[in-house]
Each structure stands twice: as structure tokens, then as C-alpha cells.
């Protein structure tokens, strides 16, 4: 076999590793909240309630929850940067992410539930991408063509924390 026949192959398997990937990730943050739910609704009505932690809070697993999260696809790692991050630390951790050395994901949940994430790697056989998530949860839009950039998830994520829509507007999204 040449070549010139493995290459097309590989940049198939490539693509399937890729969706292969998001399935495990998407599998363990459904086993994470299943877990979260599990225990959660473990706890008997007669335990001190901690009024430090807000209501909404202790109803949303940790992924949902408002907030600048970032997860570390490789290590495994995910953390929660600000839950009231501003512009300045949106565009600060985007930045500080090694987007060339692995696959990362970057996402900012609202108060209302609703988040934008941004992700993937500047590796050419990864690339990035973006998905909008509605309030229940639930992704309803994912980017057309990949960000051109770093930059570019920077502005994403900066305009759907203003709130202004341009995010809508500086990718197509369906």
C-alpha cells in the first residue's frame, strides 16, 4: 500500500477519533451529573441546609453551573475560573489555555442557565469549534464554519457575556 492511499485513510480516522472523543466526553459529564443527581437527592430533608451556597447553585450539577468554566480534555480537569468572571478574565483565560498542546473546552453559563462554549485545539487534524446551549441545557446551535482563531472564541464568548448578539453575527451558526 502507498502513500498516497494511507493519508486519506488516516485523515479519516483522524475525524472519527475526534467524534469519538466528544461521544467519551459528552458520556462522562452525563455520568458526572448522574453521579451529582445521585447524591444530591441522597441527602435526607432533615440535614442543615448551607445557606452559603446559593439555591440554584445546589440544583445544578458543577458543568452548569453559572460561571467561566474550563476543562482540560487531556488531563481530565475541569474548573471553574470566575462565577462572575469579567470581560478582561474571559479574554485572560482564553488566551492563558495551551490551545496548541490540546484539546481544550471554554464555556460561560448565565445566571438563566444558558452558555456559549468554545473549544477543540489548533492541532490541523482538530481544529475548534462552538456550540450555544439553551437554558434546559440543551445544545440548539453549533457554529458552521470553525473559529479562525483564538481570537476570534475571545470575541465570541466576550459578546454572548455583553449580551449584545454579536456573537450570533460573527459566525453562522444552525
Given amino acids: ?6 493519508v486519506p485513510i488516516a485523515d479519516k480516522i483522524g475525524l472519527v477519533a475526534v467524534v469519538i472523543l466528544a461521544g467519551f466526553i ?3 459529564l452525563v455520568a458526572k451529573y448522574l453521579v451529582d443527581v445521585a447524591i444530591w437527592s441522597s441527602k435526607s430533608p432533615d440535614e442543615p441546609k448551607d445557606d452559603s451556597i446559593p439555591e440554584k447553585a445546589s440544583d445544578d450539577p458543577p458543568d452548569n453551573a453559572p460561571g467561566l468554566h474550563v476543562y482540560a480534555v487531556d488531563a481530565d480537569e475541569h474548573r471553574i475560573v470566575d ?3 469579567a470581560e478582561g478574565l474571559i479574554r485572560d483565560t482564553i488566551r ?7 484539546f481544550h473546552l471554554v464555556w460561560l453559563v ?3 442557565g444558558e452558555s456559549l462554549e468554545v473549544g477543540g485545539s489548533l492541532a490541523p487534524d482538530i481544529g475548534l469549534s462552538s456550540a450555544y446551549r439553551d437554558s434546559s441545557g440543551i445544545i ?3 457554529i458552521k464554519e470553525p473559529p479562525a482563531s483564538v481570537e476570534h472564541m475571545e470575541d465570541l464568548l466576550v459578546s454572548f457575556h455583553r ?3 454579536r ?8
Avoid at 1 to 6: K, V
Fill in 1 to 6: 500500500m502507498s502513500w498516497d492511499a494511507i
Fill in 140 to 142: 440548539t446551535k453549533v
Fill in 96 to 102: 492563558s489555555v495551551d490551545w496548541a498542546g490540546g
Fill in 163 to 165: 449580551g449584545d448578539g
Fill in 167 to 174: 456573537w450570533e453575527q460573527l459566525t453562522e451558526y444552525e
Fill in 83 to 85: 462565577k462572575s468572571p
Fill in 110 to 112: 448565565k445566571p438563566s
Fill in 26 to 28: 459528552i458520556a462522562k
